[in-house]
């Protein structure tokens, strides 16, 4: 089995690779083709991924290289991570929404629209490649925005599932919270990419017993540390929201925080630095603890689990994606991508059955869709009236003078990525 990662040269990866040598029976990869065009950090990190494998008795072959061509070659999945303009654009998409007194963070808001008008057009080009070279290949979406940029690969008729760690880094806080193992707790999960929020907390599957409000009560106040919401509003909502839902909850209270610190790409881009400088040391053999600040915790068994399914071995049956809605949730349109738990096989993702939702969440689920239907069309065709009418329907904007500052922004902050401007 060959997979290849693009975007190879991340700092996340030894997290990816320490995972496919943990569950090698799960993924029996005989070979790993990590393709950057950074040729200084690939190397780094070319070289901690093969001492990790060694390390672990894993007999797969890592390779490494800058041509996309050459790397995706024979591949039988394709994991996307990439960061269109590095940390350096994460640090203005953190930053310059302040100015219009809207939250500045990469995936959510107008740092995610500009991430996203980055993004999908390099994402595509790279998906038509992987096209020509094995038509049979899956791909597999890290790459944030992850529902946008799903719905963007999906509408290009390319075999695509995105991915994220919110909802397996809630069943893994879970499960411990609850003294169960991991494969016991089932979320009944609902919304799109980081817009989320956990309905139930089903233990042995599906039509499991729902054990949230115990959990609720037992353990509400960690639950609540954990997504810096005040516990009253997890007790009156009765559900979990991801933690990106502060950003709606707490708006104006994020964007006074943010105004007062250094932002969060300027935490990572020094943790980043110091990574590659371990990932150097030729007797590193195992990922570094400093990886877990990093940030995608439980990303690599995210990604073992996703690709074993869909290539056809023993992957979990349930797994939360991002993929079509196709009728699950009515109130959207079914080619809307929603993250959702999902029967996942070699034939794709086939969302499970939804509950009703809450008006109070599918008045947000529906807003925000409305948001990513202009933020894919921004994307594809350009234009700064595509740009504005995009940020005009964000919930976190919605005010003409705010979006008409916030596009102005964007395009001087992305000139060199727009081939529009």
Same mark, same amino acid.
């Given at each position: ?23 090698? =029976? ?9 393709? =950057? ?21 894993? !007999? ?8 996309? !061509?050459?790397?995706?070659?024979? &591949? ?15 640090? +203005? ?11 500045? +963070? ?18 595509? =080009?790279? &998906? ?42 809630? +069943? ?20 799109? *990419? ?22 609720? #009560?037992?353990?509400? !106040? #960690?639950?609540? =540390? ?58 590193? !053999? ?10 995608? #915790? ?26 079509? *809605? *196709? ?19 070699? /034939? ?14 599918? /008045? ?18 350009? /234009? ?13 904007? /919605? ?23």
């Amino acid at each position: 089995m060959k997979l290849a990662v693009v975007g190879g040269g991340s700092t996340y990866t030894p997290e990816l690779i320490d995972g496919f040598a943990r569950l090698r =029976d799960t993924l029996p990869i005989t070979e790993l083709v990590l393709v =950057d065009p950074a040729a200084e950090r690939l190397e780094l990190v070319g070289g901690l991924a093969r001492r990790i494998f060694a390390r672990q008795d894993h !007999d797969g072959k890592i390779v490494t290289t800058g041509d996309l !061509d050459a790397g995706v070659e024979g &591949a039988d999945a394709v994991l996307l991570q990439l960061r269109i303009g590095g940390q350096a654009a994460r640090e +203005q998409d953190e930053t310059w929404p302040l100015e219009c007194g809207c939250v500045g +963070q990469e995936t959510t808001g107008a740092g995610g629209l500009a991430k996203a008008l980055r993004t999908v057009p390099v994402v595509l =080009d790279i &998906a038509e490649r992987v096209r020509r070279a094995n038509p049979d290949a899956w791909i597999i979406d890290f790459t944030n925005p992850v529902g946008i940029v799903t719905r963007a690969l999906l509408q290009a008729g390319h075999k695509a599932v995105g991915l994220c760690n919110v909802a397996i880094g809630l +069943q893994r806080k879970f499960a411990g919270l609850l003294g169960v193992a991991p494969s016991e707790v089932h979320l009944d999960h609902v919304g799109l *990419n980081h817009l989320t929020w956990e309905r139930a907390v089903r233990l042995g599957g599906p039509e499991g017993e729902n054990v949230l409000p115990r959990l609720l #009560a037992e353990h509400g !106040d #960690a639950v609540a =540390d954990d997504l810096r919401l005040p516990r009253p509003v997890l007790d009156r909502l009765g559900v979990v929201p991801s933690y990106y839902l502060r950003y709606f909850y707490a708006h104006d209270e994020v964007v006074r925080e943010l105004g007062t610190k250094p932002s969060r790409a300027a935490e990572v881009a020094a943790m980043e630095r110091e990574l590659l400088e371990m990932y150097g040391d030729p007797a590193l !053999d195992e990922k570094p603890a400093l990886l877990a600040k990093r940030g995608g #915790a439980f990303y690599s068994e995210a990604a073992v689990d996703l690709a074993a399914s869909l290539l056809g071995g023993g992957g979990s049956p349930y797994q939360v994606v991002n993929t079509y *809605n *196709n009728g699950t949730l009515p109130f959207l349109p079914d080619d809307a991508v929603i993250e959702t738990q999902a029967s996942v096989g070699s /034939g794709g993702a086939v969302p499970l059955p939804v509950a009703p939702v809450d008006p109070l969440y599918a /008045g947000l689920i529906a807003h925000v869709t409305a948001y990513e239907d202009l933020a894919l069309e921004a994307a594809l065709r350009g /234009g700064r009236d595509r740009v504005f009418k995009a940020l005009l329907a964000h919930p976190l904007v /919605g005010q003409y003078d705010r979006a008409d500052g916030l596009t102005d922004r964007l395009i001087a902050h992305n000139r060199e990525h727009l081939a529009w401007v």
